[in-house]
């Protein structure tokens, strides 16, 4: 049994006129529920809430303000997940909708529930459909695009692989739409894309995300030891088998802690704590906590438990971590030693500025 997770863009299930398509997505069902058959459990992250929004709401294309995007994905979260649901209950499987913000999953008793929520709807039996939260979401708190929020899922519910599914059926060497180009059918690492023209985005109005997304998405799965294998939505049923279908992207790395490869790819940063050369030794050779002693200086406004980016001399970001003390409360206690902010103080102050078990070295 393989633990399996699958990642839809909007343009893979939208219609040409920009509305959902329920016959994409009865097929994309269809897919799934053959790999739930034969064993392999299935979580599926899925675009299309705004999509599916828009003929409701007779907006002509994908709204450009987020206002209206929230507005088109309340509406269409929904009928999205409806239309999940039927299908899934034809061949007698349950749909849950797990709707997640960056925000969720860089404190510590957040991730640690949405892992907890994954863990109990797979061993239920459910078919978990998750989506970032386009509803409630800010421009601060966003990923970004759901094929990095696919990325981070897979590690975190401990995937086997990672599917995902496009408009186009792999990476290429060049544009796809010209005569000549060839698909990349394997890639071992960066070599093998160095020189590859990949900067182009989706040829959907509907979708956001585009070659470049999909290629940091395998980026940050195969870092974490998972595979990826890109390609068309409609060979879905054939990448679940395990064929040689479109790009297999193979690990590069091993599994991290889950918490700390969101924090380093699913937060944004709320201030900056600056370091000497120094501390940012400790923090890079010695693996040790940040002490208020090897700070500088502070950056924009930031309470404890929020994530923050730790700054090195040449002003290149050298971490991240979550902070555990207020922006306003740091500047008074720069280069001073815990000791001695602990007798003038409290015992509360000889805790870290950043322990070592809430930082990612970059």
């Known amino acids: 049994m393989s633990r399996i997770v699958v990642k839809v863009g909007s343009s893979s299930l939208s219609s040409a006129e920009g509305g959902l398509d ?21 979580v599926l992250v899925s675009s299309g809430a705004i999509a599916a929004g828009l003929a409701p709401l007779s907006l002509p294309r994908r709204p450009r303000d987020l206002a209206t995007q929230q507005a088109a994905a309340s509406v269409g979260q929904g009928a999205l997940i409806a239309r999940y649901a039927q299908r899934f209950a034809q061949h007698g499987l349950v749909v849950g909708q797990v709707l997640l913000t960056a925000d969720d999953v860089t ?8 892992y907890q929520t994954f863990a109990r709807l797979l ?20 990923f970004g695009d ?31 739409r010209r005569e000549g180009a060839a698909i990349v059918s394997d890639v071992h690492g960066e070599a093998d894309i160095a ?15 585009g070659m470049v997304t999909k290629i940091e998405a395998a980026r940050i799965a195969t870092g974490a030891g998972i595979p990826v294998v890109l390609t068309a939505a409609p060979r879905a049923a054939a990448a679940l088998e395990g ?19 969101w924090l380093a790819h699913a937060s944004n940063t709320k201030g900056a ?41 040449d002003a290149v970001v050298i971490a991240r971590g979550i902070v555990n003390y207020d922006s306003a409360e740091l500047p008074s206690l720069l280069g001073r030693s815990t000791r001695d902010l602990a007798a003038e103080l409290g015992a509360e102050y000889e805790r870290e500025v950043v322990h070592r078990d809430d930082m990612m070295v970059i």
């Open 22 to 42: 329920g016959q994409r997505v009865d097929a994309l069902v269809d897919a799934l529920a053959a790999g739930r058959e034969r064993g392999d459990e299935i």
């Open 107 to 114: 404190r510590r008793s957040h991730y640690r529930n949405a």
């Open 123 to 142: 061993e239920l039996g459910v078919v978990p459909i998750v989506n970032e939260n386009d509803t409630v979401a800010t421009s601060e708190i966003r």
């Open 146 to 176: 759901n094929d990095r929020l696919a990325a981070l899922v897979s590690h975190l519910v401990h995937a086997d692989l990672l599917v995902l599914l496009s408009d186009v059926d792999g990476l290429y060497d060049g544009d796809p």
């Open 195 to 209: 020189e590859l023209d990949i900067v182009r985005p989706s040829a959907s109005a509907i979708g956001t995300g």
């Open 243 to 261: 064929q040689p279908v479109g790009t297999r992207f193979h690990p590069t790395g091993r599994r991290r802690p889950t918490r700390l490869l």
């Open 273 to 313: 704590v600056h370091l000497d050369a120094g501390a940012v030794r400790a923090l890079t050779v010695r693996k040790a906590s940040l002490l208020p002693a090897g700070i500088t200086g502070v950056t924009g406004t930031f309470v404890a438990g929020d994530p923050v980016d730790l700054v090195g001399p």
